[in-house]
């Protein structure tokens, strides 16, 4: 299911034996696990097993095994890579058996998990939930949740500045936040600056900016890859970028001075949002169609076909993009 279904669920408190978190959104899969973890049962109720430390046998026994001192039993296990079939179906069952007994699998990064959907039913009271990256708009809203729970004072373009300065990393705009919480002022943009830090050397901004401009992009391509920015990631934020400056064109030859709260649901840092909007309105509008098409097939190539060196064959990609389209 999807997490509008299961926020559902939740709203419901309906409960199942078992649960899969996975997709595009590592934060998302981390806040979903934890909402659930902690809606189950206490800190001491839950066993977490990370990576290296799951063991097949000792995870079955733990879950067949109900607490001396307990009525719950939760065990929580976070994997990089997919688990074989007939060890997800056994843990399963293993709930099932064992109605004390709760497992949460929480599966991290860009592994190949959609095989172990298939053991999550409604025969066997187990949810699967795929996380997809939000967009803009919903980002901003997490951070603004998060910085309520702190009880943070804080600018709303401070929250932009924030996410666009960690390159849409919610992980890291969520850790400064911790942060910027125990200082007593209110959070502007230059705040920010003096205390937080944006990853990596290359401004994820400006590299989208050159690319669509037709600059050369080869240096900064090279360094955000070896940064260690995920190919599929990188061209599906190029997409969004192209959206939205589609967006932002067709505002404004339907309406004028485009408006970013109506075209985004937000308002962005004042210096990216002018540069973005003269960006957008010098594209031609046919224009936008095919680089949209362009980065779809690329982005399938990417997901479905055997490419040797994924690596290489997005920078010579991208950099027919910027022929065709700069």
Known sequence: MYKNEFDNHLRQNKKFNAYMFYGQSTYLVELYTNIVATSLGLADEIE???????????????LLQSSLFSSNNILLIKCEKKLPKKEVDALIDACNTNMDSTVIFSCMGDGDFKTMEKSFTAKTNSAVVRMFAPNDNEAVRLL?????????????????????MHKNDLSLCINDLSKLAILEEKITSN????HCFGIGIVSFEDFLHNLLSGKDISNDLNL?????????FLVTQVTSFVQQLFLIASYARAYGAPNPKEILGFIPPKAVWEKKSKLAINIKPQMFQEMLEFLLNLELELKSSKID?????????????????G
Do not use: C, P
């Open 309 to 325: 060196n994924t690596n290489l064959y997005l920078q010579a990609t991208l950099r027919k993009f910027t022929v065709l389209f």
């Open 144 to 164: 603004e949740n998060e910085a309520k729970k702190h009880n943070i004072n804080y600018e709303m373009s401070a929250l932009n500045h924030l996410y666009f």
């Open 191 to 194: 705040i920010i600056n003096t």
């Open 224 to 232: 955000l890859l070896e940064e260690g920015v995920n190919e599929v």
């Open 48 to 62: 977490k097993l990370y990576f290296d430390e799951y063991d097949f046998k000792y995870a079955k026994d733990k």
